[in-house]
């Protein structure tokens, strides 16, 4: 059941007389603070790295032969595509608060996420947004452009645009033209499909300075799961074009049961293709991805993933290229260090949505965060509101500014890192339990199950309506592990031991 935790109580500043920090250490955990304290990312408890960075990585796959081509062969889930056309936007109308706190005017939005039209070329078996067909009430250009000078207004400092597919937006160009000339970077994510080098030269002039393509796997797994035969040779074309024109490149992938063996494939791809960073995220059961749950890992499978990704990570720093894990790969497991140790803020794995991040959909409804569910987490419409209004006065972006612990539940209330990481991800931790303050999407949790002879198991209970950003219900049971009721031996916390 989702749950009562029966772990040490790590809150306050001792246990039982004894400082947590002391606990702590006896227990092998990364400090809290490691990452003010500690420059050198090896230094503190569990040693160098001894990973060769210049093999190439080897995965033991999750799915036997035969789950893998029945997975492989599933047909699509027949829900059909939204009708959008009855889904107009919910937040028109929002009340907003009288008052701005000082928390409101501390929080600055630096980075803008933007959702340009829900309209797609593909319709991936695991997009958040089941992305498709426009929006009914997309906003106008000549509403998105007023909408640029709101962003630069309100101080942001990077606009990175998403779909849908960005380029079937009619004047995305000239969007991102305003968006240079307001002072912002301005960054596309895309799956690739007509990403041609005329569209590259194009998007290159209008001032894009990166293309971040989507890549899920080999070229199979990728297919199936982009729901579109031929997808992976056009998302490499899309790569090699912005290559061959001089567009820094990125990857980003998706990591589910299908696709966690084939990693390190991708992996030598990016380096291959010479991009500039590769960002990764956990596949979560938000939108189409709701729908298979056969595809969502495990919360106790992270156990395999997290090797896998830290001996990536020595490989891509050895060739001088961005391993970017995001936000939702936590937390504070024996290779925080090596995977967060060097982003910008390292060791800040609470959620930024509302603080430094505002999300914005297609029709100018706006939450903290682009993956947000977009019920409950819809603080305003531009159309409205200005956009410092609802980013100061919407209750949906208050959320994170002010730490309550009292909001952390289940395993999380309980945890030692739960000042610091607040339970991470508030959209991982809300599709996967239904609301947020209890992330069971977590290494090191995942490893004192392990050590205490237990670990969590999402189970579907009811599907999701089928509507963008919509999420389904799960339960989340704690089972003995292993299932003879005898306790594994202790899981050794310490990179040294990686082949
Ligand atoms: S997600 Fe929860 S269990 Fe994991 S480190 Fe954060 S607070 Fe602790
Ligand atoms: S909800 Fe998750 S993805 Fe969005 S800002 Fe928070 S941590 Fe990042």
Request: hydrophobic content about 40%; overall charge positive; proline content about 8%.
């Amino acid at each position: 059941m989702v749950g009562e935790p029966s772990v040490p109580v790590y809150r306050g500043r001792t246990v039982g007389g004894v400082k947590k920090e002391q606990l702590a250490a006896r227990a092998g955990l990364v400090p809290r603070n490691w990452h003010r304290a500690l420059t050198d990312p090896d230094a503190a408890g569990h040693g160098p790295f001894t990973g060769s960075p210049c093999r190439p990585t080897t995965v033991t796959d999750l799915l036997s032969p035969s789950e893998r081509q029945r997975l492989l062969a599933a047909p699509r889930p027949r829900r059909r595509l939204p009708l959008l056309e009855t889904l107009p936007s919910r937040a028109r109308g929002a009340v907003l608060a009288p008052e701005v706190r000082e928390t409101d005017l501390a929080a600055r939005p630096v980075h803008a996420v933007w959702e340009l039209t829900l309209r797609c070329d593909l319709a991936c078996r695991h997009c958040g947004s089941r992305a498709g067909r426009a929006r009914p009430d997309e906003l106008s250009l000549p509403e998105a452009l007023e909408l640029v000078e709101q962003l630069r207004g309100l101080g942001v400092r990077e606009v990175t645009l998403i779909g849908g597919e960005v380029y079937l937006y009619p004047g995305w160009l000239e969007l991102v033209r305003a968006v240079r000339a307001a002072g912002m970077s301005c960054a596309l994510v895309s799956g690739g499909q007509g990403v041609t080098l005329e569209l590259v030269r194009a998007a290159r002039e209008a001032g894009v300075q990166s293309l971040s393509i989507s890549l899920d796997g080999e070229p199979e797994t990728h297919d199936r799961l982009r729901g579109k035969r031929g997808a992976h040779a056009r998302a490499l074309a899309a790569l090699q074009a912005a290559r061959a024109l001089g567009l820094p490149s990125a990857v980003n992938t998706q990591i589910n049961r299908l696709n966690l063996a084939e990693l390190p494939q991708v992996a030598e791809r990016v380096l291959a293709l010479g991009c500039h960073g590769w960002q990764m995220q956990l596949t979560v059961p938000a939108g189409r991805a709701a729908d298979e749950p056969e595809l969502l890992l495990q919360p106790y499978e992270l156990e395999q993933l997290f090797p896998v990704l830290a001996r990536l990570e020595a490989r891509f720093t050895a060739a001088g290229v961005k391993f970017l894990p995001g936000n939702n790969v936590g937390y504070f497991g024996p290779y925080e260090r090596r995977l967060r140790g060097r982003l910008r803020c390292p060791g800040d794995t609470a959620c930024s949505a509302g603080r430094s991040v505002i999300g914005i959909e297609a029709n100018g409804d706006i939450k903290g965060c682009p993956s947000l569910p977009t019920r409950g987490w819809v603080g305003g419409n531009v159309r409205d509101h200005r956009l410092i209004d609802i980013w100061q006065r919407a209750e949906a972006l208050r959320y994170t500014r002010e730490h309550q612990g009292g909001r952390l539940w289940g395993f999380c209330a309980s945890c030692y890192y739960a000042d610091e990481c607040r339970a991470g991800c508030t959209w991982t931790a809300t599709t996967l339990v239904g609301r947020p303050g209890n992330n069971p999407y977590c290494h090191h949790r995942v490893l004192v199950g392990q050590s205490e002879g237990w670990r969590e198991r999402l189970v579907p209970v009811a599907p999701a309506p089928g509507e963008p950003f919509d999420y389904a219900t799960f339960q989340l049971v704690r089972e003995p592990w292993p299932p003879s009721g005898v306790a594994p031996l202790a899981h050794s916390l310490s990179p040294r031991e990686l082949p």
